[in-house]
């Protein structure tokens, strides 16, 4: 009954259009009032737990930080000309460019909506312009935004390692090589596609430019390097490595790329009489503009939308967390677990039951707050089957990477709809016919735990 009850208040306040935050909030006091033996004052410590037991939710702001920098600054458009000039010439090449991209986007946002706003802003009306279809074009960058919430660092993964209590670090070496072979299958379903329809492709622009764009692109690219490669070599936590990056995002945007701050649109000192002074008049210039920055509007306008951000996730998960502290007091993922394992439900019938209830949940409801609520549910399911944590939260991740093209509620199709100035049913109709090959690699990623867990297994 306490079960029944906390589940059709959930629903119904979402239903009547309640934010699920709010929901999950309301539907978690009036049974703790009603039927738990669990005082009032139990609710102010589990919002305050929720934040203080959970260090690697201190990431979230840290990283959702870093993907504020980069994304007002032009590092997207930097990662856009490296990828351009890597398979730019390939038959269909501009659309595999935007998809690399993607890919190298998502490795530095670790946001699905981010990487797609900042990628497809730039990419898809230039593809239209090259001679390629507008819809096909959206259809690309919308399913090759998915890959933000997989190719680590993701802040989807986060959420669920602080659901579960799983090692965040081997959440990240897992999703390493499904977001390469997402990416990868994308890639070539374009080049079929564009050998078919004779869609039209750049020219090599030669070594050098290759070269110059890969320099131009470091920045961005040193990232990468410098968060994965602190949290695989063990020099770093995911949440130490996160406050790195926000740091390291802040210089190159203000003080090396000059996209924001007070050295914007200030050029860099190449010539001068002797090149000793050109260099230090070029670092004088950029120890004098690091207090300044920090009380500039541009700085100040990033940083608070990066707040905002935060807070509003935050506050999501603090209300989960409540959520699911109610199911634990009430013992309900154990009654369910028990149920389950009575049927004699082998593992892979149990992991065909979880893809289809994700799957239907990513229409209706936010990713973060599906693991929330769904992860406390399943995570005992999956124990007692044998099935391997990390291989669950990678199933369930690359499932929240389909809602997030799937209506009524998909992220990237509005961001889509809103970068194109198209209707949403537009956006709906680029990005479907792309779906097939995410439930096809959704089934590869349930069944062959291998992809996921090679990583992990090798670096420890």
């Known amino acids: 009954m306490t079960t029944a009850f906390l589940f059709i208040l959930l629903f119904a306040a979402m239903l009547i259009g309640i934010p699920v935050a709010l929901s999950l909030g309301l539907s978690s ?12 004052s139990s609710i102010a410590l589990k919002f305050f737990s929720s934040a203080s037991d959970h260090y690697t939710l201190l990431a979230i702001p840290f990283f959702i930080l870093s993907s504020a920098f980069l994304s007002t600054g032009g590092v997207a458009e930097r990662l856009i000309n490296f990828a351009n000039n890597c398979v730019g010439h390939i038959k269909g090449g501009l659309a595999m460019a935007s998809v690399l991209a993607c890919m190298l986007f998502a490795a530095v946002s670790g946001s699905s909506p981010a990487t797609v706003a900042a990628i497809g802003s730039l990419v898809i009306a230039g593809m239209a312009r090259a001679g390629y279809p507008e819809k096909f074009a959206a259809g690309a960058i919308a399913n090759a935004g998915t890959l933000g919430i997989l190719i680590p660092p993701s802040i989807v ?10 090692s965040a670090a081997k959440m990240f070496m897992a999703g390493l090589i499904p977001g390469v072979m997402m990416g990868a299958i994308l890639m070539l379903a374009i080049y079929i596609t564009a050998r078919i329809k004779d869609m039209p492709r ?15 692109a470091s920045g961005g690219l040193m990232l990468i390097v410098i968060v994965l490669g602190a949290i695989y070599g063990g020099v770093a936590s995911p949440t130490e490595a996160a406050a790195v990056s926000a740091v390291y995002a802040f210089l190159i945007a203000a003080l090396v790329y000059r996209d924001i701050g007070p050295l914007k649109h200030t050029p860099w000192r190449q010539k001068d009489e002797a090149t000793g002074v050109a260099v230090l008049r070029n670092a004088v210039q950029m120890v004098i503009a690091i207090p300044r920055s920090a009380w500039h509007p541009d700085m100040r306008e990033t940083v608070l939308d ?33 149920t389950i394992v009575e049927w004699g439900l082998p593992a892979w019938g149990f992991l065909i039951v979880v893809n289809i209830l994700l799957l239907v949940a990513g229409n209706f409801m936010e990713p973060s707050a599906i693991l ?29 990477e389909i809602g997030m093209i799937t209506p009524p509620v998909g992220l ?3 961001v889509t709809a809103g970068i194109t100035n198209r209707s949403l049913g537009w956006a709906m109709s680029a990005a479907l016919p792309w779906l097939g090959l995410l439930l096809i690699f959704l089934l590869m990623i349930t069944y062959i735990p ?11």
């Open 306 to 338: 990066a707040a905002k951000t935060s807070i509003m996730l935050l506050f999501i998960i603090a209300n989960a967390m409540l959520f699911a502290h109610v199911l634990t007091t009430e013992r309900i993922p154990h009654s369910i677990a028990q």
């Open 372 to 400: 929330l609520i769904m992860a406390p549910i399943l995570f005992p399911i999956a124990m007692q089957l044998g099935i391997d944590p990390i291989h669950l939260g990678v199933i369930m991740v690359v499932n929240m």
């Open 29 to 40: 006091i009036v049974t703790i009032l009603l039927f738990s033996n669990d005082s009032l």
């Open 450 to 460: 291998e992809i996921s867990l090679f990583l992990p297994e090798i670096l420890g």
């Open 202 to 216: 750049l020219p090599f622009p030669g070594v050098g430019p290759l070269f110059a764009s890969a320099a131009r």
């Open 412 to 414: 990237n199709l509005f």
């Open 157 to 166: 993964m986060l959420v669920y390692s602080a659901a579960t209590q799983t």
